[in-house]
């Protein structure tokens, strides 16, 4: 089978199922495992993400105002591959290429693939992600085996932090103009045992203004800016201005603000978002010597260890 994949957490998926070698096309974020990078790529972004988070988040407000998508089709690669199967997504026109992007493509090729489309909202929503890949490609023995071990890990989590004292969390999807995350994130933190102050639990992330972070008095915040690597978010933050306010927060005075890298454990909806819970519960339990994180993560997780640092 030719399968080409047109989102990250959809191509993490087919390798957790054994199906690395048969990836023949993957999308410009899909950089995981290693393997995806040598694919070829057949999405590119019209957003430059060299910009400052303001910057981005007006180019995409300007697509969208203007009914533009934010990604183009190699339509003579995606020609010459003439895949059998092509995974795409119907959650956020922001984050990856949909099917209104694909619609004109599809019209060019000879022959039309099986086109599966992804749109989870929740953890369990990722799993059943997981099931129908499977069954496109004949891998239903293994999805068993890789769901298994994902609700294992995230009941593991849960069983750990029984009984701990549960924070008030707010986690940020963006800084520039902030936006609460939104879909799994808020599931993902009350499984890490802690209260999510201002996300809702399957729906999307929203803007919000800062003083309504400031009224939620969080205990623990989290910067998880969509699609950063925890470099990108490190600098974001570092030229960030702040809030007037922002420095009286309990999460600020007492160090609990965090910086993880959501690229691949909180913003694609894929098996990883499992160690994303495991890496949430150490940021939200710090000092109880959880430790949690699994190993491999990399470094993920970074602590502003003071108001003002």
Known sequence: ????????????????????????????????????????VLIVSRISHMESAAAIDRQVREFLERGESLYSVDLAALGAIEPDLIITQDLCHVCAATPDDLGAALTHLPRQPQVVTLNPHSLADVCAD????????????????????????????????????????????????????????????????????????????????????????????????????????????RDLTLPKGWHGLPAVRNGHVFLVGASG????????????????????????????TPTGAGLVLARVAAAGA
Not at 9 to 30: N, R
Not at 175 to 182: E, Q, T
Not at 265 to 292: C, K, M, T, W
């Open 130 to 237: 997981i099931r129908a890949v499977a069954e496109a490609t004949g891998r239903s023995g293994q999805a068993t085996a890789v769901i298994a071990e994902f609700e294992r890990n995230v009941a593991q989590v849960e069983r750990t932090v029984a009984g701990l004292p549960r924070p008030r969390v707010v986690c940020l999807e963006w800084l520039d103009p902030p936006y609460v995350a939104g879909h799994w994130v808020p599931e993902m933190v009350a499984r890490a045992g802690g209260i999510d102050a201002l996300g809702r639990a399957g729906e999307p992330s929203f803007r919000v203004e800062w003083k309504t972070i400031l009224a939620a008095r969080p205990e623990v915040i989290v910067i998880m800016p969509c699609g950063y690597g925890l470099e990108q978010v490190t600098k974001e933050f």
């Open 265 to 292: 454990y909180f913003s694609r909806p894929g098996p990883r978002l499992a160690a994303g819970v495991a890496i949430l519960a150490d940021a939200l339990h710090l000092g109880e010597q959880v430790n949690l």
């Open 1 to 40: 089978m030719r399968i080409c994949s047109l989102l990250p957490s959809a191509t993490e998926i087919l390798f957790a199922l054994g199906l690395g070698d048969q990836i023949v096309g993957v999308s410009h974020e899909c950089d995981s495992p290693p393997e995806a990078r040598a694919k070829p």
